[in-house]
């Protein structure tokens, strides 16, 4: 029987950056500073990575006036805080776990996601959950993937991957994982879910 694994962001929760640094600094301008900070300079992937989230604190801090300090050693250690789960998606694992079909998690974040992860019973659900920041490995390496299979004992061609970045589903693909890009159309990935498990 197949088997499912999901992304995290954008598609089990929502994942807006500016969204989430709006929580901590109070206009537009700082908001937009802090992405470019973190985000256009892809520093933060360096969280997903693995890297110390201290060593980015510092290295985000070199970049940014001294006002904006404490709000980004604030975003860095507890940016999860806001994570909220997709009801649609809660309940579609949820049934897909009654009705015996195992899921699992695969998702470039840093370690701070495990907090999350243990604060809400859905990922209890999940055979098991694999985080980028764990292993230094991250989407879309193709040694991210192999790993993974590894780690809980899979064989690609059992698995359907869902994720929300093209470059994802691209490498997956290649490794002979049956792959879904997920543009936000529910209705559609559920289909084409039930489709695969029909066969």
């Given amino acids: 029987m197949k088997k499912i694994v999901f992304d995290l962001g954008n598609v089990i929760v929502r994942f807006d950056p ?17 992405y470019d900070i973190l985000m256009a300079t892809k520093l933060w992937e360096k969280l997903d990575a693995g890297v110390d989230p201290l060593l980015v604190i510092q290295e ?3 970049s940014a006036d001294t006002s904006l300090h404490y709000a980004i050693e604030q975003l860095i250690q507890t940016w999860t805080s806001g994570l ?8 579609f694992i ?16 840093s370690r701070q996601i495990h907090d999350f992860l243990g604060e809400h019973s859905l990922f209890s659900l999940m055979k098991g ?23 809980f004992n899979l064989n690609p061609q059992e698995l ?40």
């Avoid at 949820?94 to 974040?109: K, M, Q, V």
């Avoid at 959950?129 to 590894?150: G, M, N, R, W």
Wanted: net charge negative; aromatic share 14%; with cysteine.
């Fill in 60 to 62: 985000a801090q070199l």
């Fill in 129 to 151: 959950h694999y985080v980028s920041a764990d292993t230094q490995l991250v989407k879309p390496q193709a040694e991210i993937f192999q790993h993974f299979c590894e780690a």
């Fill in 18 to 34: 500016m969204e989430i640094y709006h929580r901590y600094v109070t206009t537009e301008e700082e908001a937009m500073t802090l």
């Fill in 160 to 199: 359907i991957f869902i994720d929300d970045r093209l470059e994802n589903i691209q490498a997956a693909k290649q490794l002979g994982w049956d792959a879904y890009h997920y543009t936000f159309d529910f209705d559609h990935l559920k289909n084409y879910i039930e489709q695969k498990l029909n066969k």
């Fill in 94 to 109: 949820t049934e897909l776990y009654n009705r015996g079909i195992d899921t699992y998690l695969l998702s470039n974040a």
């Fill in 84 to 91: 909220e789960i997709d009801n649609q998606m809660e309940e």
